[in-house]
């Protein structure tokens, strides 16, 4: 059973920057896995960020910017907003199948 | 606006079957794949499987493997979800969303409370 791992929470001041990171149990992310990124506030639908590691929606806001680090994906936040506050979720492609990883609890504190 | 409409909330018996709706509309829904996840309360993300909607081609989360079947109505451009035997460990809210170009999911629905109780 393939897992997805992300860091179960995570806190940032405002105005500060922090990496969010998504690992896999085969081994090191690559853009092969196309790696997406989520946002998702209390009570609502997930909302889509980056898309095929590093690309942006048009309604993504700059600060949010995806990469590949140290065989990991990773979302990184830089100048932090109090909206920023949220659950973060990764999702891989491995093959025909996809699966989500344990999501990241932001708090901006 | 691509946008996607879901059907309403239900509540089902165990051991008995669910089956969610998911209109589109906003974008081209032959060109694209459906994707169905779902997400107990205060819990993580779950992908079930997804549809590829011109060819039909499914592909299914293993855990979900034996009882849930994807489908699609492309004369009215809508996406099925069908779970069955239900348990109380199904109870969940259930989304949709588009894989509207390679590898880009957007948009999702607005999501679907299913209640499976005795």
């Known amino acids: 059973q393939t897992v997805v791992t992300q860091e179960p929470s995570l806190t940032v001041s405002p105005g500060g920057t922090v990496t969010l990171t998504c690992a896999s149990s085969?081994?090191?992310?690559?853009?092969?896995?196309?790696p997406n990124w989520f946002q998702q506030k209390p009570g609502q639908a997930p909302r889509a960020l980056i898309y095929?590691?590093?690309n942006k929606h048009s309604w993504t806001p700059a600060r949010f910017s995806g990469s590949l680090l140290g065989g990991k994906a990773a979302l990184t936040l830089s100048g932090v907003q109090p909206e920023d506050e949220a659950e973060y979720y990764c999702?891989?492609?491995?093959?025909?199948?996809?699966?989500f990883g344990g999501g990241t609890k932001l708090t901006v504190l | 606006q691509m946008q996607l409409v879901q059907s309403g909330p239900e509540v089902k018996k165990p051991g008995t079957s669910v089956k969610v709706s998911c209109k589109a509309s906003?974008?081209?829904?032959?060109?694209?794949?459906m994707q169905w996840v779902r997400q107990a309360r205060g819990q993580r993300l779950e992908w079930i499987g997804w549809?590829?909607?011109?060819?039909?081609?499914?592909n299914y989360a293993q855990k979900f493997q034996e009882r849930v079947t994807i489908t699609r109505d492309m004369s009215t451009s809508t996406a099925y979800m069908e779970l069955s035997s239900l348990r109380s460990e199904d109870t969940a809210v259930y989304y949709c969303?588009?894989?509207?170009?390679?590898?880009?999911?957007?948009?999702w629905g607005q999501g679907t409370l299913v209640t499976v109780s005795s």
């Open positions: 999702l891989l492609y491995y093959g025909g199948a996809r699966v």
């Open positions: 085969t081994g090191a992310v690559t853009s092969g896995y196309y």
């Open positions: 095929s590691t590093s």
């Open positions: 969303a588009a894989e509207t170009s390679a590898a880009r999911i957007d948009p």
């Open positions: 906003g974008f081209t829904f032959t060109s694209s794949a």
């Open positions: 549809i590829v909607v011109g060819s039909g081609n499914t």
